[in-house]
């Protein structure tokens, strides 16, 4: 079956740092893949979509990698703030469903 | 205004009841969810409807039933309530893409 991971244990750095979270997907190939930030009691909010003929893409402090070899994406936020703190989701296209499946996320936690 | 709504914001209420959580949005989507999210841990699927004709369960259909009565809007009921149904509840509308905007969420807690 289809499975998403991401790390369970939140990620700690310091201000100014690049933040790095990984999403590996298993069992088949997403067309395209997508991130969101949720915030403790919020809704997620989309931030990036990438598909399987891009290497990068980029958007302000944020970069996103996909490697369809490795079936991994990583995101990157760079000049990292403490109001970056938040869980970041991963959700690939679905196979077969046309929809998206949503990882569990990695809680990012940035200290000043 | 914000684009995806959900009424009501917050509800208690007790074992065996039936209640409704409804969704609007102005957005536009054919797309709509109903996600729901216990503490500490990833979002659930419950239904999701890709036009006012087209319904399908997700994960964790079991016990919730949705009514999608126009684009705008998809109802997701509790046809009797129980304790381990007290969750974060999330609507959300998706474009063709599937990129999903959610709603504020609905706290519900079953006593």
């Known amino acids: 079956s289809q499975k998403i991971e991401q790390n369970s244990e939140a990620l700690n750095i310091q201000e100014g740092k690049t933040a790095t979270l990984t999403c590996n997907y298993t069992?088949?190939?997403?067309?395209?893949l997508q991130w969101y930030r949720q915030d403790p009691g919020r809704g997620p909010v989309f931030l990036l979509l990438?598909?399987?003929?891009?290497k990068e893409k980029r958007k302000e402090r944020l970069k996103v990698t996909f490697d369809t070899t490795l079936k991994q994406s990583l995101f990157h936020i760079t000049a990292s703030q403490p109001a970056d703190s938040a869980t970041y989701l991963c959700?690939?296209?679905?196979?077969?469903?046309?929809?998206?499946?949503f990882g569990a996320g990695t809680r990012l936690a940035v200290h000043p | 205004d914000a684009d995806v709504t959900q009424t009501p914001r917050n509800r208690i209420t007790k074992t065996g009841k039936r209640i409704m959580l409804e969704c609007s949005q102005t957005?536009?989507?054919?797309?709509m969810y109903w996600y729901r999210q216990d503490p500490g841990l990833g979002l659930r699927l419950i239904y999701y409807?890709?036009?006012?004709?087209?319904?399908n369960k997700g994960e964790i259909s079991d016990g919730y039933s949705v009514s999608r009565q126009a684009q705008a809007k998809f109802s997701l009921s509790l046809e009797s309530a129980i304790p381990n149904q007290t969750a974060l509840y999330f609507c959300?509308?998706?474009?063709?893409?599937?990129?999903?905007?959610f709603g504020p969420g609905t706290r519900l807690t079953v006593l």
């Open positions: 959700a690939p296209l679905s196979g077969g469903y046309n929809k998206l499946i």
């Open positions: 409807s890709f036009d006012v004709k087209d319904i």
């Open positions: 959300a509308t998706g474009t063709d893409t599937d990129t999903q905007y």
């Open positions: 990438i598909r399987e003929n891009e």
């Open positions: 957005k536009g989507h054919d797309r």
């Open positions: 069992n088949y190939s997403p067309a395209y």
